[in-house]
T-cell receptor, first 114, second 117 residues
Framework: KAGVTQTPRYLIKTRGQQVTLSCSPI?????VSWYQQTPGQGLQFLFE???????NKGNFPGRFSGRQFSNSRSEMNVSTLELGDSALYLC?????????????FGPGTRLTVL | AQSVTQLDSQVPVFEEAPVELRCNYS??????LFWYVQYPNQGLQLLLK??????LVKGINGFEAEFNKSQTSFHLRKPSVHISDTAEYFC???????????????FGSGTRLQVQP
């Protein structure tokens, strides 16, 4: 079974631009979560989607948004990019939103904002 | 709210030596506990998790962890490390939801394990 796929793997943008990152979960998984990883703040939860509905949201500004499609693929969007948005963005999928289900992480998208 | 403290940012160890990576957490509610490993340029991989039951949990690659509720700790151990264990290790917690569903993971800052020959 193919793992979680994230595209693109690397991205360079300039301040003020917007960016869209994509995540394809493991086949059959309906929950997708997004995390931001930076050297300073570590791993922080952004949001989780299940069946096209946002189930949970972290403490990030409204510039960060996401959505999930009927095939469970998810996108996250960051508008008006700031230098501090440079990070590794990780996506994780899970069969359901039950806590005991393992979340499987993708390799991440490394975003650099210049 | 929850917080996770990984006391050591880096742990150098020689191959075949034992290792312990420390994790302490703070939470006003009961939590599930996890250890993840991240190899260079890769995502996170679950090593083991504690949901309930026996406080000694065995995971993949020979790792184990012990949940100590009174000390709010969940230290990760391996009796004999290999060069291939060189990676970053993250401890994480999530509150046990009252009626199903999942709560977000709160991660520690990570411990870089450096196994030397």
């Amino acid at each position: 079974k193919a793992g979680v796929t994230q595209t693109p793997r690397y991205l360079i943008k300039t301040r003020g631009q917007q960016v869209t990152l994509s995540c394809s979960p493991i086949s059959g998984h309906r929950s997708v979560s997004w995390y931001q990883q930076t050297p300073g703040q570590g791993l922080q939860f952004l949001f989780e989607y299940f069946s096209e509905t946002q189930r949970n949201k972290g403490n990030f500004p409204g510039r960060f948004s996401g959505r999930q499609f009927s095939n469970s693929r998810s996108e996250m969007n960051v508008s008006t990019l700031e230098l501090g948005d440079s990070a590794l963005y990780l996506c994780a999928s899970s069969p359901s939103v039950d806590s005991y289900n393992e979340q499987f992480f993708g390799p991440g998208t490394r975003l650099t904002v210049l | 709210a929850q917080s996770v403290t990984q006391l050591d940012s880096q742990v150098p160890v020689f191959e075949e030596a034992p290792v312990e990576l420390r994790c302490n957490y703070s939470s006003s509610v009961s939590v599930y506990l996890f250890w993840y490993v991240q190899y260079p340029n890769q995502g996170l991989q679950l090593l083991l998790k504690y949901l309930s039951g026996s406080t000694l949990v065995k995971g993949i690659n020979g790792f184990e962890a012990e949940f100590n509720k009174s000390q709010t700790s969940f230290h990760l151990r391996k009796p004999s490390v290999h060069i291939s264990d060189t990676a970053e290790y993250f401890c994480a917690v999530s509150p046990i939801p009252p009626v199903g569903g999942r709560r977000a993971l709160t991660f520690g800052s990570g411990t870089r394990l450096q196994v030397q020959p």
